[in-house]
């Protein structure tokens, strides 16, 4: 058996951890059984963004008669946009994977594995067929083990997976997720969604501005439900223009029926809340994108003191010490924020208290103003607070604004009629408490609030007293500010 100073899972944010490591003189294993650079490379921010971008020079073009520019003929390749996209991400997992083979430290596995011990993990061999025996124990009631290695500071960065539903019909349906929809060769002609969260308004924005017509069946009356409600009903109110959205509508069954040229289709029927209406759509194509779960069940957490919560996310304490003490863990798979940049945040914290000396060493993560975006059309962004939130609190009296980009020198330039910048703010301490944004560039134009909340002195005033350059977008943030006492 194999001992290192530090085991890390997961071959994505672990990653920057396992390189840090391995450059201050630790033995590392980095553990990783797909493709180096976890879901944000492969399988989610970078390569949606991608298509995103493509998307997004679509729409331009497609509104230029706006402003006077006639365009005459356009075409969409959509394989070469797919192929762009994967080549670029392909190639950056590949050179990653490439580097780490030149070298012993970190040690590359590239292996299924699971915990047979406290601090011990196993790689599996494998079958005639080339399948695990993860689930197949041997005469003595044992995995066949290939090799298994040990270490008393280990890292588990394992993320998560697409959430699948239990409805009738879905499984033998040959549905697809996330996963499988950025690297589609054909165009569908139809596509219906289930769930209509970030995901799913995301990937709907893609493919519905080349021309795919849009199903989206959504449990809440809302799109997007956990943004601020203004942001949320304003979203919903903008794609229930462009698209079919069905709200208020739990999907029941999914079956395949006869579709044109000999093809099959997808039928689904869903039900709304006041349990007489059905609704009945048919697509060529059905993708459930209603969240993600912890991938936390692939390492048998039960050989270890390491526990999860009722949804199977791994519990942590303030250090992202998990309850098995040199066990750590961080990112998706611990669901505080699911977020790229929050995993980059507790990489940070967990490198320091895996390697601290004592408890009072260990540094506590902090949180302070986590933002998130949703790159969708239009944008959306978001920190602190929503209001719902603020109208269950009794403890926080809380001013607000709302300012209009319309009524800005440039959202005129961009006819931007839609966005908003909305602040809500303590009464009191005059203290910023949520932010949120709808409109062009909104991933953008938070990154003055979160300075503000982080690292400045949280004050409104600290916006609304800053020059902001006429008439740059930016000026919608600094006027929604000055507006929160009239």
Known sequence: MRKFDLIVVGGGTGLDIANTAAQQGYRVALIEK????????????????????????????????????????????????????????????????????????????????????????????????????????????????????????????????????????????????????????????????????????????????????????????????????????????IFSKKYNVYLGSDTESISKVPGPNGSETFHVVAGKKDGKTKVEVESDQLIVSIGRQPNSSILNLEKTGVEVDEYGFIKVNEYLETTMPGIFAIGDVVGKYQFKHNANLEAQYAYHNIFSHSDQEKIPVDYTAMPHAIFSSPQVAGVGYTEQELTKRKDIRYLKSVYPYIQTGMGLALEDKEGFVKFLVDKVSRKILGCHILGTDASTLIHEVLVTMRNGNGMIESISNTIHIHPALSEVVGKAASEIDK
């Open 34 to 237: 797909n493709m180096l650079g976890g879901t944000c490379l492969n399988r989610g921010c970078i390569p949606s963004k991608l298509l995103i971008h493509s998307a997004n020079i679509l729409q331009t073009i497609e509104n230029a008669g706006t402003f006077g520019i006639s365009v005459k003929s356009l075409s969409i390749d959509l394989e070469k946009v797919i192929g762009r996209v994967n080549k670029i991400t392909d190639d950056e997992s590949h050179k990653i994977k490439n580097g780490l083979l030149q070298v012993d430290n970190p040690l590359l596995y590239s292996e299924e594995c699971h915990f047979v011990g406290e601090k011990e993990i196993a790689f599996l061999s494998r079958g005639e067929k080339g399948k695990s025996n993860k689930n197949h124990a041997n005469k003595n009631g044992k995995y066949d083990i290939k090799e298994s290695i040990k270490a008393d500071k280990i890292l588990i960065a394992i993320g998560t997976v697409p959430k699948i539903p239990k409805i009738d019909g879905l499984a033998s349906s040959e549905f697809i997720t996330s996963d499988e929809a950025i690297r589609l060769k054909e165009q569908p002609r139809t596509i219906t969604f289930i769930g209509g969260g970030y995901i799913a308004c995301e990937l709907a924005h893609f493919f519905g501005s080349l021309g795919t017509k849009i199903n989206i069946i959504q449990r809440n009356n809302r799109l997007i439900p956990n943004e601020d409600e203004e942001i949320s009903e304003k979203f919903t109110q």
